[in-house]
């Protein structure tokens, strides 16, 4: 019986924490160009489950039923308009700071996030929103005197997920954006010298880590069906603690980092108590900031002369 509800708890846990690794990536990616935290990225989250429902009402008016459709319409509308507030924030919250001192553009972040979290809130109220049930049925195995279950929906983000970073993977190795943006984040005055627009390199590293938040967003959206407009708070700071966990500035690490700590959570809550879980995750990132602030696949810091 254990060995089912263990098995269950670690499929629960990786579609958790690759949703977690597609968030962190906005953190570590922005991180890793200009060094600052985007602690507005949960909130870019946010803003991508309610464009979704919307999509996804807007798709169902015109009479669209098809789950492929409907997944198809929602994740393009999502994505492209969650990239433009990507774009938006780095635009006004933190070009203007760049050279400024590091404290700065963290307050403008934060007020950025408080603007987006109000603005939700007003222009689509304060209760829970939700979705209807898009994909139902799953698969069920017999472990045992017990059983694991795992979901269509479940199935789907894994797979969207693993489809998601392989494609990021391949932009970042083999694409000139991807040479362009290792190169910015290497030196990027040196890259400038070298006719790098890095100020462009940095704008599309915001509209990337936007995009894989709103596939995120549409991930979670679909699977759990509810939202409101603090949704980004608590699932930004687990994310940030993915990304520190694998090592800030780490693509590997942010997916890696995600895996961990969905994993770890789902089976404190399985095992021990899921009134906790919360408590759990934030005393994991303190204890990785104490004794392994570099995460697991980072680097330490080293002083450039």
Request: glycine share 12%; net charge positive.
């Amino acid at each position: 019986m254990m060995d089912g509800i263990f098995l269950q708890q670690v499929i629960n846990g990786l579609t958790l924490g690759s949703v977690y690794g597609l968030i962190a990536i906005g953190y570590t990616m922005v991180y890793g160009i200009i060094g600052m935290i985007n602690f507005a990225h949960g909130e870019v989250y946010m803003i991508s489950a309610y464009l979704a429902a919307i999509s996804l009402a807007l798709l169902s008016y015109f009479g669209v039923e098809s789950f492929p459709l409907l997944i198809l319409g929602t994740l393009l509308f999502t994505v492209f308009v969650t990239g433009v507030y990507g774009w938006v924030i780095e635009r006004i919250a933190y070009k203007p700071l760049r050279n400024s001192t590091r404290l700065a553009p963290l307050i403008s972040a934060i007020g950025v996030s408080l603007i987006l979290q109000n603005y939700a809130q007003i222009a689509q109220g304060s209760r829970q929103q939700g979705i209807p049930t898009l994909l139902s049925g799953g698969l069920r195995f017999e472990i045992g005197t017990g059983f694991v279950q795992i979901t269509y929906t479940k199935i789907f983000i894994l797979v969207a997920a693993f489809v998601g970073m392989a494609l990021l993977t391949y932009i970042i190795k083999y694409t000139k954006l991807g040479r362009m943006c290792r190169a910015t984040q290497q030196d990027r005055k040196m890259a400038s010298i070298l006719g790098i627009n890095t100020d462009r390199v940095i704008s599309y590293v915001f509209i990337i880590g936007a995009a894989m938040a709103a596939l995120a967003g549409v991930l979670i959206t679909v699977n759990y069906g509810t939202f409101d407009f603090y949704a980004g708070f608590v699932i930004g700071i687990k994310a940030f603690t993915a990304a520190v966990l694998g090592g800030i500035g780490s693509l590997p690490g942010a997916m890696l980092g995600g895996i961990l700590l969905g994993v770890s959570e789902s089976l404190f809550s399985g095992v021990i108590n899921s009134d906790y879980k919360d408590v759990f995750s934030f005393s994991l990132l303190v204890l990785i900031l104490i004794f392994r602030p570099q995460g697991l696949l980072g680097r330490p810091l080293v002083a450039k002369v």
